[in-house]
């Protein structure tokens, strides 16, 4: 079994203690932000998006806003928190994904469907932006930055097993963030297993888990290759779905600014960012899959048939979704047909 250092074990080493500070200006700054995330400071998330919008502010505004960032939970409590901390102003800003606050972020998890998410973390990004008027009340709490797909769920399995030829995981125990990759998982006939992501990699190589619904970048960010040996998409690269994360300002925090500060943040957000952020997922992809082939494991594209199939399924996935909002007087299949209509609008 392969296995190497976790994202746990990356914070026992004390490292994760250590926020990164970056200051454009040798001025003392009229404003000081804290930034909180999950993953570890080599993550994508961190090294392509947060540090390099950090910069792009604090040259903006002439150091006038400075930022802390502490990766991998070091300002304290766990991954499903991060939402309430910026809420309740507990952290200035967070990076998140919504499925760690199931019921919290309704509208937009549509996004995270299978069969509406079609494996373009851009395309799917220029779509959230578009349907911003659709969503915008589950972040009526919040200053939302910027909300953002990765490029889609492959399946990722820890040991060799034959179930890329078949239907069905049935039995297995197979990890994801959001309700809709469990209830994915659920139509294939496997269970759902919950736990802290920083604990995924230890969980697939001690058995707790068989496999996870992740992307390529999820890979590497959480070195899921050391510990799996196959991974599978749909014959036309389709995915089970994806994950949709959320870069979030506390309200009070972005109230703070003067209206010529606000500017900047705001010309920071928004579309533009978004389309930058879906060319960084969907890059990134190719590293993961780097990693999985190097560790001497396989990708695999399912047979059509089997394709249909998990097309089939993801359909029912979207139905018990549709069902689950009209309990909130949403209107999910209208939702649906927007955010369809939104993605195949921005089709690559």
Partial sequence: MRFGTTLSAFALSGVVALATTFNANAADPEFSFKIHHFLSPDAVAQTKMIEPWVERIEEES???????????MSLGGTPSGLYRQVRDGDADIIWTE????PGVFPRTEVFELPSVHLGSAKQTNLAIQYSIDLINDDFKDIHPLLIHAHAGN??????????YQTATIEGLKIYTPSRAGKWMIEEMGGVPVELPADTLTEALASGGADGALASFEGVSALNLHEVTTMSAEGRNKERFGTSVFLFAMNSDSYASLPDDLKKIIDSNSGRDFAEEMGDVWDAAETNGKNLQ??????????EADITANMIELSEKVVERWVEDVKAKDIKGQAIVRWARAAIANYKP
């Fill in 293 to 302: 082939y190097s560790s001497g494991g396989s990708i695999v594209r399912l």
């Fill in 154 to 163: 492959a399946l990722h399995i820890a040991q060799p097993l034959d179930v």
């Fill in 98 to 101: 919504i499925g760690l606050t």
């Fill in 62 to 72: 002439e150091g006038r806003i400075e930022f802390e960032i502490f990766p991998a």
